[in-house]
């Protein structure tokens, strides 16, 4: 099945969400440098990536749900999508209130923004992988002969020549 949303002719959600995985990674990664160095710089900067992050997630989710809605029902797609959009709404929500914490002080966060952040890499690590498995094994968004209930990647090897 084909993206319902795109950008020059290709599936925009895809093309979407490396801005915010992006911009939210970098801000945990800058938020452990302060946590090493305690120079305040670096969580300064992580407020300002955290809310471009948050904004560029919403927007990203736009053309992600319109292309879940037009899947399938009771297909392994639209099992795997709900699953990686509704992650995803938690990792939005996890920087979200990383963000409101910093607010009153961005160059010295509570434990809890920091830990926020984590967590919501963590979480997004997986999601990530999903939206991956929706693109690459299930074929959504960008095949129209898409099988939607291919096997878990995991679960069986590739059909490859083994080069």
């Keep these: 099945m084909e ?14 969400i490396v801005f915010p995985l992006g911009l939210l990674s970098t801000a945990v990664v800058f938020d452990i440098i302060y946590l090493l160095t305690s120079a305040v710089r670096w969580t300064e900067v992580a407020y300002y990536l955290i809310g471009a992050g948050v ?10 749900w319109v292309d879940w809605a037009a899947i399938p029902v009771h297909t392994r797609a639209k099992r795997v999508g709900l699953i ?6 938690l990792v939005l929500a ?13 160059s010295l966060p509570p434990t809890g923004a920091i830990v926020a952040g984590v967590v919501g890499v963590v979480l997004v690590s ?22 939607l209930d291919a096997p878990n990647s995991l679960s069986e090897p590739s059909g490859g020549s083994g080069v």
């Design 55 to 64: 904004i560029g997630g919403l927007a990203a989710a736009i053309p992600g």
């Design 84 to 89: 990686h959009g509704v992650g995803n709404v």
């Design 94 to 106: 996890l920087f979200a209130l990383s963000w409101l914490l910093r607010r009153p002080n961005s």
């Design 3 to 16: 993206s319902r949303i795109k950008l020059a002719g290709h599936p925009a959600h895809p093309m979407l």
């Design 126 to 147: 997986a999601t990530a992988w999903l939206g991956g498995e929706l693109v690459e094994r299930l074929g959504v968004g960008v095949d129209d002969g898409a099988n």
